[in-house]
Nanobody
Framework: QVQLVESGGRLVQAGGSLRLSCAAS????????MGWFRQVPGEERSFVAS????????SYADSVKGRFTISRDNGKKTVYLQMDSLRPEDTAVYYC?????????????????WGQGTQVTVSA
């Protein structure tokens, strides 16, 4: 069984930065792509970023491209999301997820395990 635990969410002013972390436990990590998603109340969950199992490939939603950076440390079984130039519209609960595949992908249906989420609030 895999458990994912996010941390790092908090209240921050627009223009500021945050780094989210997601620690994984269980027998898999280095063979699985990881992703970050976010959800605002009343809206569907949306893709933010994905990183391949080796870390060699990444992809981003257009809304965060150039501002957010996903990375991973397979030795620590941890994936990160560095968020810079934050905007009020980035306010959401952020979830990390583990894919059944090794390659990057943006579809939530490709992810088998999910964390409990961490709240990010960006004030104007």
């Amino acid at each position: 069984q895999v458990q994912l635990v996010e941390s790092g969410g908090r209240l921050v002013q627009a223009g500021g930065s945050l780094r989210l972390s997601c620690a994984a436990s269980g027998r898999t990590f280095s063979t699985n792509a990881m992703g970050w998603f976010r959800q605002v109340p009343g809206e569907e969950r949306s893709f933010v970023a994905s990183i391949s199992a080796t870390g060699g490939s990444t992809s981003y939603a257009d809304s965060v491209k150039g501002r957010f950076t996903i990375s991973r440390d397979n030795g620590k079984k941890t994936v990160y999301l560095q968020m810079d130039s934050l905007r009020p519209e980035d306010t959401a609960v952020y979830y990390c997820a583990m894919s059944r595949a090794a390659y990057i992908n943006s579809g939530g249906n490709n992810y088998d395990y999910w964390g409990q989420g961490t709240q990010v609030t960006v004030s104007a």
